[in-house]
């Protein structure tokens, strides 16, 4: 057992689309970003963002401030991560430069 904790992407839905996952994409997979394995820290720090409590198997939708407020965290020490944080810092940094964030949605999983 452990917690191991994802961040996720995949096309928005409009309302005319039938929504029977809202983790998948169009060929029902999803789209792994970011990956952490164990850092309990990481599901705090995103519980006190969002103001809510992070449930097992929870998904979140997060967009682009939270994923700016994640980079100034791990940037700043605030949130620390043993998994190559600045492997993190650089991705997150290419994703929301390359993200349509009209188009693309971003959620964060968690289970343990």
Same mark, same amino acid.
């Given at each position: 057992?452990?917690?191991?904790? !994802?961040?996720?992407?995949?096309?928005?839905?409009?309302?005319?689309?039938?929504? !029977?996952? /809202?983790?998948? *994409?169009?060929?029902?997979?999803?789209? $792994?970003?970011?990956?952490?394995? /164990? #850092?309990?820290?990481?599901?705090?720090?995103?519980?006190?963002?969002? *103001?809510? #409590?992070?449930?097992?198997?929870?998904? !979140? #939708?997060?967009? $682009? !401030? $939270?994923?700016?407020?994640?980079? /100034?965290?791990?940037?700043?020490?605030?949130? /620390?991560?043993? #998994?190559?944080? $600045? *492997?993190?810092?650089?991705?997150?940094?290419?994703?929301?430069? @390359?993200? *349509?964030? @009209?188009? @693309?949605?971003?959620?964060?999983?968690?289970?343990?």
């Amino acid at each position: 057992m452990g917690l191991d904790s !994802y961040i996720f992407s995949t096309r928005k839905l409009d309302e005319n689309e039938q929504i !029977y996952n /809202k983790l998948v *994409d169009e060929k029902g997979e999803l789209i $792994e970003v970011l990956y952490w394995r /164990k #850092e309990y820290n990481l599901v705090d720090w995103f519980g006190n963002l969002l *103001d809510i #409590e992070i449930e097992n198997c929870g998904e !979140y #939708e997060i967009g $682009e !401030y $939270e994923l700016q407020e994640l980079i /100034k965290a791990l940037e700043s020490g605030k949130l /620390k991560v043993s #998994e190559n944080p $600045e *492997d993190k810092i650089n991705k997150l940094k290419e994703l929301i430069k @390359t993200a *349509d964030f @009209t188009k @693309t949605k971003f959620i964060f999983h968690n289970w343990w």
